[in-house]
């Protein structure tokens, strides 16, 4: 038994030796390993920590070399235990990698549903039945945000994946290694129990040959009974001889199997049962403090889209979720809405009230009846003449406030609303009639203003043709009453001719439309140079137009397919090449007022490019890409000629695609799927040749190809 308790602390000494060689190597791997992994969050762990203290795993080495310990592994339930403890580890990294990897799946679906439920709320948010001003700005701020938010977990779930399969494939590891461990231990364990099995049986053997002669030395020879032969102490005690020779041999095979054991096989297993344990451990460890490093970053992420760090005296900042909030200004807003009505309604009031007496009764002092004085109608202001006496003169009475200024007449286009009398002809005019004879006379006029020409004006003596045949004048203007009057009694026949007001007055109230002289046109001026002079990123007539079908046009059946009104489009196209910073589409007109026309602007605009937006240069690239049947193939095909196309091309193309994917979202109402809005913008941003219809198709395709996966072409807006 002493040597066996030597062999014993030798071996200790040596297991202690290469176990503490085997932690240290572990432990310091698993030191440094962290600060590699999280090298990412690195700066950001420095900010939010002031001290600058790199958490340190934590270790305890030293109790690896307490003598009770190596005691207790080199005994002989040490296999046994370290098999055990084994086992649980390979569990443990088990339950943890299933943990991580539902972890993952949660995050997923969390980051799915909030990206998705911001993109919904922010289309609710743009459209028009929702309050403008400060509050839908900085809500779709907000919500932008939020889409933020959620794209902050994507690094993180990317990272769950990750850890996950290194915790897989260390169980899978782990696990063959113990078997392998555990097929040999127990197989040297074995060796030295069949050995101590045989050794207890000889000495069984032994014992009872021993008790035999033992019997015979000390029994009666008197006894023995007749006919039977005892047997003879020689022979026993060659028996007891041979037991013993046998017995001996068996104790020295299993004290040198136990020595071989202790000494070398056991040491071995021990040696490499503990070393993966502890990388087994070290390794779960590593994983659950990259796991917490995770954690840290992704919540630094997300606070980092809630409040930005802003660099000091920074003009350009991220503002934070709490202060886009807090520049929503509800008085500004309600301010705002209620000055635009004037802008949205014709008119605030409606017409006056006035008592008129019955022409049956006679005269009224508030109204005359129309055949004793006509109407004659000015630019949709009235001039009523009226007889004042028998003594052939003419009271005058104009009310100066109510006269429109000769600027009115000209904004207004063509004269619909009767001949324009300027102030030297109603003078002549009546001059004549007050030096006229006193006879009976009535003006027997009338103004047609529905069809936009102008009509003259002719007074006939009063031959006894009634006030229906002398024509009564049609009154358009809801504010008769305010009008400056003419009264006219007992004048000759006087004709009116209709004045033509000259062309040189008042151009300074409506300016003509020469883009040379006002700016740089936007149709028909390629695309560099108009982002160059507008300095921005997406021309402003796509903006324009974007915005105005987003708000109002989403829901419209058949929009981009049906046309618009040519006089609107002419309209809107005018108003870009004049000054399209004064554009606002938003604020539909009496002049622009149909959404067809808009969409119908916006194709015109592309296709008045002189370099199509997918350039000519790319036209064959786009071409070929579009006849590979593969849908994977092909759309990585156009994506990288996308990514070759000029910054100018490039973002105004993102723009509009992020837009016609929102009106084929809406196909079930709008009646524009893919392939429709391929059909019509594939002849618009490429450079179509119309004889060749298979082309066309193809050009189709490219389209279709690109909304199909807007998403993964372009990073989201």
């Not at 009639?433 to 006379?441: D, E, P, Q, R, V």
């Not at 579009?626 to 100018?648: E, F, V």
């Amino acid at each position: 038994m002493t040597d066996v308790t030597n062999q014993s602390s030798v071996a200790t000494q040596s297991l202690g030796i290469s176990g503490n060689s085997m932690v240290k190597d572990t432990s310091t791997s698993s030191k440094v390993a962290p600060a590699v992994n999280a090298g990412s969050a690195q700066t950001m762990r420095d900010n939010a920590n002031p001290s600058n203290e790199t958490q340190e795993p934590a270790s305890s080495q030293y109790l690896l070399n307490d003598p009770k310990l190596k005691e207790i592994l080199l005994s002989d339930v040490g296999v046994e235990c370290l098999l055990a403890r084994l086992k649980q580890s390979v569990h443990t990294v088990r339950e943890f990698a299933a943990y991580i990897k539902k972890m993952a799946a949660i995050e997923t679906e969390y980051s799915v549903h909030l990206k998705k439920t911001a993109r919904t709320v922010t289309d609710v948010f743009k459209r028009s039945d929702i309050k403008k001003g400060t509050f839908q700005n900085q809500i779709l701020n907000v919500l932008k945000s939020t889409d933020r938010y959620g794209d902050a977990g994507n690094t993180f779930i990317d990272a769950l994946h990750r850890i996950h399969d290194e915790l897989m494939d260390l169980v899978r590891s782990m696990d063959r290694q113990r078997k392998t461990c555990k097929e040999a231990a127990l197989r040297h364990e074995k060796n030295l129990v069949d050995a101590e099995r045989e050794c207890e049986k000889a000495k069984g053997k032994y014992d009872n040959a021993c008790e035999e002669l033992e019997k015979v030395r000390t029994a009666d020879p008197s006894k023995n009974k007749l006919g039977f032969k005892g047997k003879s102490e020689e022979e026993l005690h060659r028996r007891m001889t041979i037991c013993e020779v046998d017995y001996q041999q068996k104790v020295d095979t299993c004290q040198r199997l136990r020595r071989e054991l202790v000494e070398k096989l056991r040491v071995e297993d021990i040696r490499k049962l503990q070393g993966l344990t502890l990388e087994c451990d070290n390794a779960l460890s590593l994983q659950v403090m990259l796991f917490a490093n995770l954690i840290e970053t992704l919540q630094l992420n997300r606070a980092f889209v809630i409040c930005p760090i802003k660099p000091i005296n920074s003009p350009t900042a991220n503002l934070a979720i709490k202060e886009m909030a807090g520049k929503i200004d509800s008085e500004l807003d309600f301010y705002n809405y209620v000055y635009n009505i004037p802008r949205q309604r014709q008119s605030l009031n409606r017409a006056a009230v006035v008592f008129r007496k019955h022409p049956t009764l006679g005269p009224s002092s508030r109204s005359v009846s129309n055949s004793a004085h006509p109407t004659t109608h000015v630019g949709g202001h009235s001039m009523n003449n009226t007889a004042s006496g028998m003594n052939g003169n003419i009271n005058k009475s104009v009310n100066t406030a109510n006269v429109p200024k000769p600027s009115a007449f000209v904004s207004s286009g063509t004269a619909k609303t009767g001949p324009v009398l300027s102030g030297s002809v109603m003078g002549s005019m009546l001059g004549s009639l007050t030096s006229g004879n006193s006879g009976n006379t009535n003006l027997g006029s009338s103004f047609s203003n529905t069809n936009g020409s102008t009509s003259s004006t002719t007074t006939t003596p009063n031959t006894g043709i009634n006030n229906t045949a002398s024509g009564n004048l049609h009154n358009t203007s809801s504010n008769q009453d305010d009008s400056p009057m003419v009264t006219i009694t007992n004048s000759p026949s006087v004709l009116i001719k209709p004045v033509v007001p000259d062309s040189k007055k008042f151009t300074h109230d409506v300016p003509e439309y020469n883009p040379s002289i006002n700016g740089l046109a936007v149709y028909g001026t390629p695309l560099e140079d108009l982002l160059d002079y507008e300095e921005g990123t997406v021309p402003r007539v796509v903006y324009q137009c974007v915005q105005a079908i987003d708000n109002f046009g989403l829901e419209v059946e058949g929009i981009y397919r049906a046309n618009g009104n040519s006089a609107q489009i002419t309209e809107i196209r005018r108003e870009f090449d004049i000054d399209a910073l004064a554009v606002d589409l938003l604020r539909p007109n009496n002049g622009v007022n149909d959404i067809h026309s808009v969409s119908s602007a916006l194709k015109q605009y592309f296709t008045a490019l002189p370099d199509p937006l997918l350039t000519k240069r790319y036209h064959r690239e786009f071409i070929n890409a579009a006849n590979i049947t593969n849908d994977i193939q092909r759309r990585d095909s156009i994506h990288a000629i996308i990514n070759k196309l000029p910054d100018p091309n490039y973002t105004t193309l993102r723009y509009l695609v992020f837009h016609l994917y929102r009106v084929q979202e809406r196909e079930s109402v709008n009646k524009m799927s893919v392939a429709n809005l391929g059909i019509v913008w594939g002849p618009a941003l490429m450079d179509t040749d119309y004889q060749n219809v298979g082309e066309m198709a193809l050009e189709s395709r490219v389209v279709e190809t690109i909304l199909i996966n807007a998403y993964a072409i372009f990073e989201a807006e």
